[in-house]
């Protein structure tokens, strides 16, 4: 049964209203994943088909989509309001994702309503400690032994995890190679890591029947998308097949 559906999240960041503006308009690579950037005008073409029905930078973006092309979704809008604070040096930021699920409603809106609070809060990242450096982005899925209830632990096993460590702790992660981070972000469906030059996104989308992901935001000057899908890939296949 077709039913509609609001997430509405607020927040201030340590960026300007222009600096948020960029990014959720030419830099959702940082955070998300890379789109087209919106045309800038009412009526423009946004990406995955939708339409820019309000536009005033660095304020207010609206982007609607009435044709999302999956089954389980017939309208999408995400909105944007952004309001200059402490004299323009921060920004605050009121964030609204609506539309109609058509099917599967409760488990659609719990995967939409975390997976906003874990992009949120990468944006929010981005910001502080990256922004406006340029970003190469990878992704990459797990095997279908990932779809599993307990596939994300076995992820924060692999990199060495421990089973206290929480969001802020400095870690030594074992992925694809040894490294260190901040465990920025960390919660039974998502876990963040911080380096100097990337954000490693770990996503338990196996709660919601998909499998075990990873996103890549590497800031690097060097950075090569190629060789971190490739090396994080290997890595998740490997944690699965050790599992299986």
């Given at each position: ?85 402490d004299g323009g040096r921060r920004a605050w930021v009121r964030y609204v994702h609506s539309g109609i699920f058509t099917d599967d409603w409760d488990n659609q809106y719990d995967g939409a309503s975390r997976h906003t609070d874990f992009y949120l809060h990468t944006l929010r990242e981005y910001l502080t400690h990256f922004a ?113």
């Amino acid at each position: 049964m077709s039913k509609e559906f609001e997430i509405v999240r607020e927040f201030e960041v340590d960026a300007t209203p222009q600096e948020v503006w960029e990014a959720i308009t030419h830099g959702t690579g940082a955070y998300l994943w890379p789109m087209e950037a919106p045309e800038p005008k009412v009526g423009g073409a946004a990406a995955f088909g939708s339409t820019v029905t309000a536009y005033d930078p660095p304020h207010h973006l609206v982007i609607r989509s009435d044709d999302v092309g999956i089954p389980i979704q017939s309208l999408n809008q995400l909105e944007h309001v952004i309001e200059a604070r402490d004299g323009g040096r921060r920004a605050w930021v009121r964030y609204v994702h609506s539309g109609i699920f058509t099917d599967d409603w409760d488990n659609q809106y719990d995967g939409a309503s975390r997976h906003t609070d874990f992009y949120l809060h990468t944006l929010r990242e981005y910001l502080t400690h990256f922004a406006p450096r340029p970003v190469t982005f990878a992704q990459l899925n797990g095997p279908e032994a990932s779809i599993t209830p307990g596939a994300l632990t076995e992820v924060e096993r692999a990199l060495g995890l421990a089973g206290d460590a929480v969001a802020g702790a400095r870690v030594t992660v074992r992925g694809p190679r040894e490294f260190d981070a901040v465990l920025d972000y960390r919660n039974p469906y998502f876990l963040g890591l911080r380096t100097d030059d990337a954000l490693i996104r770990v996503f338990g989308r196996n709660h919601w029947g998909a499998p075990v992901g990873i996103s890549v935001h590497d800031f690097a000057a060097d950075a090569d998308a190629e060789v971190n899908e490739t090396a994080w890939q290997t890595w998740l296949d490997e944690v699965y097949g050790q599992a299986r």
